[in-house]
């Protein structure tokens, strides 16, 4: 399920061969129960997009917001659907209203953050970064201030939230694996809120079969693109699949029956969502799943970072919702 991890019969992931010789296909096939049950019903999509707002004059410093509305969803796929995985059973799910970023969080607005705590910029592991010592300033390829921040723990994601909380008067935190599938999806019931089949002039993501990245149409990006390069979907977010996978609040040990590390206390992997710009179409579904960090890695959740990992904020509503400045 995570990028590094490839038993047979789960996912070949995302950056797991990228750049290196060895290119491995290791998709699972789909169920072969063709008589299951579509989805049902789902979320209609507004005929009017979510407002937009933002907590800060300067955009540098804090993202740009948008109300989705609460309602109920079918979450996972069915087992009809091309490239599906076990851990995508459908069900019903309500969500509450609440505001999501309408892009992934810039290295603009990770440096603002930085600067304004005085973080130092650590050299730590960063898997498949592209240079020795890498940190978010320096993952080995080209970036701007536009592009996704990359190489960032878990922690790391939930010290962002908490100094925008601080900054606003306002809840920032990382989206639940729910809300961040009622948010790709937008209403949509088909494996890419865009239709039934990938497309590099939807997002960036990888070659059709495990792993490496691809260029193809609009997708001329072999690593992260800047953010809001691809259209964005009904509700008006950008990039909610591929480019990077997402930190999600979710705790992935139970549901995914996961090998909890001896001596381990608490919560040992998180989900992370919308898979990477080396990523095969399979895995930049709406229903498709991502973890980490991978089972058997020495990292642990406080201390994993990736040059595919990045975060998008969640913020809970107030009575009324502050206009954008």
């Not at 296909?25 to 507004?46: H, Q």
């Not at 969500?95 to 600067?115: E, I, N």
């Not at 592991?125 to 080995?140: R, V």
């Not at 992370?272 to 399979?282: E, F, H, L, S, T």
Request: with cysteine; proline share 11%; charged share 20%.
């Amino acid at each position: 399920m995570h990028p590094t991890h490839c038993p047979p019969p789960a996912r070949c992931g995302v950056l797991t061969v990228l750049l290196a010789s060895l290119l491995t296909a290791c998709e699972k096939p789909p169920s072969p129960d063709a008589d299951a049950t579509p989805p049902v019903g789902a979320l209609a999509t507004a005929t009017q997009r979510p407002r937009e707002f933002a907590d800060c004059s300067d955009p540098s410093e804090c993202p740009l917001m948008i109300d989705l509305p609460g309602g109920e969803f079918t979450m996972g796929s069915p087992a009809t659907e091309t490239g599906r995985f076990d851990d995508e059973d459908q069900r019903r799910v309500g969500v509450r209203p609440f505001a999501v970023g309408k892009y992934l969080v810039t290295r603009g607005q990770w440096a603002t953050f930085s600067d304004a705590t005085k973080r130092p910029v650590a050299r730590a592991n960063c898997s498949y970064a592209q240079t020795l010592n890498p940190t978010w300033q320096n993952p080995g390829f080209p970036q701007t201030a536009d592009h996704p921040v990359i190489c960032i723990s878990w922690p790391d994601a939930h010290e962002y939230a908490a100094w925008l909380t601080q900054r606003t008067g306002h809840r920032y935190r990382l989206l639940t694996d729910e809300e961040w599938e009622y948010a790709a999806r937008a209403g949509s019931v088909t494996p890419y809120p865009w239709g039934t089949t990938a497309s590099h002039d939807q997002a960036n993501y990888g070659r059709d079969s495990c792993c490496g990245p691809a260029v193809a149409g609009r997708d001329t990006f072999m690593f992260t693109s800047p953010v809001g390069a691809f259209p964005a979907n009904a509700f008006g977010l950008h990039d909610m699949h591929g480019n990077v996978s997402e930190w999600l609040e979710t705790c992935a040990d139970t549901l995914e029956k996961l090998p909890i590390p001896k001596g381990a206390t608490g919560c040992t992997y998180r989900y992370g969502r919308g898979g990477v710009y080396a990523d095969p179409p399979n895995q930049v579904r709406s229903a498709a799943k991502n973890m980490a960090p991978p089972p058997n890695d020495p990292a642990t959740i406080d201390t994993y970072r990736s040059a595919g990992f990045g975060l998008r904020l969640a913020r809970d509503l107030d009575a009324v919702a502050p206009a954008r400045k």
